[in-house]
């Protein structure tokens, strides 16, 4: 079955570490995204991308980082830059940018904690 | 002011009852979708709407382009269906093709 896995769902790191949050795809979507959520808030959006070799910043981009080697995979760093961490952070692919009638497809997303 | 704002932001219900979620947005867009996040926290795409209604089992989605809103209806609600609903809109012309998320409904069913 077609769909989006991230991985790992739970992950706990110390103050100061880097660490990275894996997005693999497998409906050959052009486009993928990464979204931040806080207790309370909308999704926020890190970091985009539309097609391999090219990202683009989001809205609240300061402090992660990310790479699109392959049209399948969309990894975040969570660097020690980034002031508060502790969130959950949901990845998700389109087709044709999302545009019009093209659907989103999520992760089950991952919850990571600073300690 | 965001530029989706949904409501109510909690809403109890009894099995059986008749659900509203409303959606309005400030914005032009070229899609409306309805998501549905469970306590674990995976999204569901439920619906994608531009015009009119849309139909799945209990679930009714309906959208107003002229007054920017759109609601999320629940026939015969079961304690399955508490979860948050959210809101988003892909923003007409924009580069990003992007979601707008709202808030979210946290929705409860009671048996």
């Known amino acids: 079955d077609g769909g989006i896995t991230q991985s790992p769902k739970y992950l706990f790191r110390k103050e100061g570490q880097n660490v990275t949050l894996s997005c693999e795809q497998n409906?050959?979507?052009?486009?993928m995204y990464w979204y931040r959520q806080d207790p309370g808030q909308g999704l926020r959006l890190i970091y985009y991308?539309?097609?391999?070799?090219?990202?683009q910043k989001g809205d609240i981009a300061e402090g992660y980082s990310v790479s699109r080697e392959k049209k399948e995979s969309f990894p975040l760093t969570v660097t020690s830059a980034q002031k508060n961490p502790t969130a959950f952070y949901l990845c998700?692919?389109?087709?044709?940018?999302?545009?019009?009638?093209?659907?989103?497809?999520f992760g089950s997303g991952t919850r990571l904690t600073v300690v | 002011k965001n530029e989706v704002e949904q409501s109510p932001q909690n809403l109890t219900a009894q099995e059986g009852e008749f659900i509203t979620i409303n959606c309005s947005y400030s914005?032009?867009?070229?899609?409306l979708h309805w998501l549905q996040q469970h306590p674990g926290g995976g999204i569901v795409s439920l619906f994608m709407?531009?015009?009119g209604k849309k139909k799945h089992g209990r679930l009714i989605a309906t959208i107003n382009i002229q007054e920017k809103h759109s609601s999320l209806h629940i026939t015969a609600s079961h304690p399955r269906d508490s979860a948050v609903y959210i809101c988003?809109?892909?923003?007409?012309?924009?580069?990003?093709?992007?979601?707008?998320f709202g808030k979210g409904t946290k929705l409860s069913v009671k048996p």
């Open positions: 998700a692919s389109s087709d044709h940018r999302g545009r019009f009638d093209y659907g989103y497809t």
């Open positions: 409906l050959n979507h052009d486009a």
């Open positions: 991308s539309h097609i391999v070799n090219d990202f």
């Open positions: 914005v032009g867009i070229s899609a």
């Open positions: 709407l531009s015009s």
């Open positions: 988003a809109v892909t923003n007409y012309g924009g580069s990003q093709g992007n979601l707008i």
